[in-house]
């Protein structure tokens, strides 16, 4: 029982110490004042109200929109059929693509950064253009994760020949078969992309900058000019994130239950 009661105590702090700072920018992006007192002094929108009648930040809101879905659209257009036909006809070369997500990993954003100025600055690349690039390959591991185990929850192999056999030439097994049986998936891995490309500060903070403003480097510049108009990005930001999470979420126990069936 006393080691019961240690765990919960100890998960109780552990939900304070993760969730009170979060709550504590949520209410800041409320408060008319809050200086000498344990809760804010009053509540009001305007700093939310203020914050949307910016221009820069709904300019700043489109480019991340814009550079965050511009990468996943590609990722999707060029990197799944790729997943698909290695994972579907072409196995063995699976343990490529497995380690090209393991480099993933191995090149933090400032490295990153730095070679794709060394690499691109002088060669008449927009270094925009290369940032998307990177951008595309950084969410390879979500989006060959998400492809891989659709096709695995479904038996896409199996899918593909009972429709051939069927009567289905391989296009129409593919778009009318396949691709309706493992889009959640799919989906659930775009979202997850998207919403971690949307929050990326390195890389394009470093390599293009003011330039290109994006929601992160507005927020930046606001923490040093109005603590409430940033916390009233960072609320937008989680509100936009939760709703993330919750499509991911059902779209995941979706894909579960197509598997059960």
Same mark, same amino acid.
């Given at each position: 029982m006393k080691k019961k009661g240690f765990v919960d105590l100890f998960f109780v702090f552990l939900l304070l110490y993760l969730f009170l700072p979060i709550l504590a920018t949520m209410f800041y992006a409320f408060a008319t004042n809050w200086n000498k007192t344990v809760l804010p002094e009053g509540l009001t929108f305007k700093w939310i109200a203020t914050l949307f009648q910016d221009s820069r930040f709904i300019e700043a809101f489109g480019r991340s929109v814009l550079l965050s879905g511009g990468a996943v659209l590609l990722a999707l257009l060029f990197?799944?059929?790729?997943?698909?036909?290695?994972v579907l006809y072409f196995p063995k070369y699976e343990k490529w693509i497995q380690a090209a997500v393991v480099m993933v990993y191995a090149?933090?954003?400032?490295?990153?950064?730095?070679?794709?100025?060394?690499?691109?600055?002088?060669?008449?690349?927009?270094?925009?253009?290369?940032v998307l690039g990177a951008y595309v390959i950084s969410i390879l591991p979500y989006i060959y994760q998400g492809t891989r185990n659709s096709l695995r929850?479904?038996?896409?192999?199996?899918?593909?020949?009972?429709?051939? *056999?069927?009567?289905?030439?391989?296009?129409?097994?593919?778009?009318?078969?396949?691709?309706?049986?493992?889009?959640?998936? *799919?989906?659930?891995?775009?979202?997850?992309s998207f919403s971690v490309l949307f929050g990326e500060f390195v890389l394009i903070n470093l390599v293009v900058g003011s330039r290109f403003e994006t929601v992160q480097i507005y927020l930046m510049k606001k923490l040093s000019t109005s603590g409430h108009i940033a916390s009233s990005v960072v609320f937008v930001y989680l509100v936009l994130m939760?709703? +993330?999470?919750?499509?991911?979420?059902? +779209?995941?126990?979706?894909?579960?239950?197509?598997?059960?069936?």
């Open positions: 990197i799944v059929p790729a997943i698909f036909v290695i090149f933090p954003g400032v490295i990153l950064a730095v070679g794709l100025i060394r690499a691109y600055a002088h060669i008449g690349v927009p270094m925009i253009a290369a929850n479904v038996n896409a192999r199996q899918l593909l020949d009972a429709a051939e *056999l069927s009567g289905a030439s391989k296009a129409q097994a593919f778009s009318k078969v396949l691709l309706p049986a493992v889009y959640p998936g *799919l989906f659930a891995g775009a979202l997850l939760g709703i +993330l999470t919750f499509i991911i979420s059902m +779209l995941t126990k979706r894909s579960k239950g197509a598997q059960k069936v």
